[in-house]
């Protein structure tokens, strides 16, 4: 069986944003990638969580084709796919359908970043993708929200944003492995519910100072990061 390190990662992702209260019934799917092989591993499509095995991740190519696994991969590969060809340093993607991060998405709207929570993994607001035209939907749905996500990141550092929200749809969260994609959907929706409750208790407040939101993510992130230990 190829892949059993990543199989075993991609199923532990899976299960952490159910465990987290993330997804309901399948709504969501998690995936790990394999650089050095090109081969992705990704839970298959519609399968109840508990049912799940190692041996039941699906393995593609970069292209989507599958490479092993006698079950049809989720039905968002196409949009994980283009995320790892446009995101060289990203090692996992995690889709749920998360209550308040979900909210926002179909409200249209960025969160912005309130508060320092937010700043520790996020540098700026959550990004908010386009709609789709009718043709994108049309040629192929799920590797258009792929190019969708990717156009919204023309000339940033995937890394300091590491999730997004797609417009009218949920959001896709991704890291340097399939865990660390997973911690990050676990950390968006609880950002996406602290700026649900701020901006209800106060419609006017307004984002963190830049300065503090800088030094909470720069003291956990980059050269001079000084949280945690070394």
Same mark, same amino acid.
């Given at each position: 069986?190829?892949?059993? *390190? ?9 299960? #952490? ?11 969501? @799917? &998690?995936?790990?990638?394999? =650089? ?13 969580? $508990? ?5 039941? +991740?699906?393995?593609?190519?970069? #292209?989507?084709? /599958? /490479?092993?696994?006698?079950? =049809? ?8 796919? $283009? ?5 060289? @340093? ?15 998405? %179909?409200?249209? =709207? ?25 043709? #994108?939907?049309? $040629? ?9 996500? /990717? =156009?919204?990141?023309?000339? +940033? ?5 590491? !999730? ?11 890291? &340097? ?11 968006? #929706? $609880? ?12 419609? !006017?407040? !307004? %984002?963190?100072?830049?300065?503090? %939101?800088? *030094? ?13 230990? *070394?």
């Amino acid at each position: 069986m190829k892949l059993e *390190k990543l199989r075993t990662e991609v199923l532990a992702a899976n299960l #952490e944003v159910v465990n987290r209260g993330l997804v309901l019934y399948t709504f969501g @799917n &998690a995936s790990g990638i394999d =650089r050095e092989q090109g081969l992705v591993a990704i839970k298959p499509s519609g399968v109840p969580y $508990e049912s799940l095995t190692p041996a039941d +991740m699906v393995i593609t190519d970069v #292209e989507g084709k /599958v /490479v092993e696994g006698s079950l =049809r991969p989720s039905s968002d590969l196409a949009t994980h796919i $283009e995320i790892y060809k446009a995101f060289p @340093n990203v090692g996992g993607v995690v889709h749920t359908h998360s209550l308040f991060a979900t909210a926002w998405a %179909q409200a249209g =709207r960025e969160i912005p970043c309130l508060g320092t929570t937010h700043a520790d993994y996020f540098h700026g607001p959550v990004p908010l993708t386009a709609h789709l035209t009718t043709e #994108e939907i049309d $040629e192929g749905y799920e590797r258009a929200t792929g190019h969708a996500v /990717v =156009r919204r990141f023309a000339g +940033m550092d995937p890394l300091t944003a590491p !999730g997004v929200l797609v417009i009218g749809h949920a959001p896709f969260c991704w890291g &340097a492995t399939a865990m660390d994609a997973a911690h990050h959907a676990v950390i968006l #929706e $609880e950002i996406a519910t602290m700026a649900y409750y701020a901006t209800t208790l106060n419609p !006017g407040c !307004g %984002q963190l100072p830049q300065a503090v %939101q800088d *030094k909470h993510y720069f003291r956990k992130h980059g050269a001079k990061a000084y949280y945690g230990q *070394k």
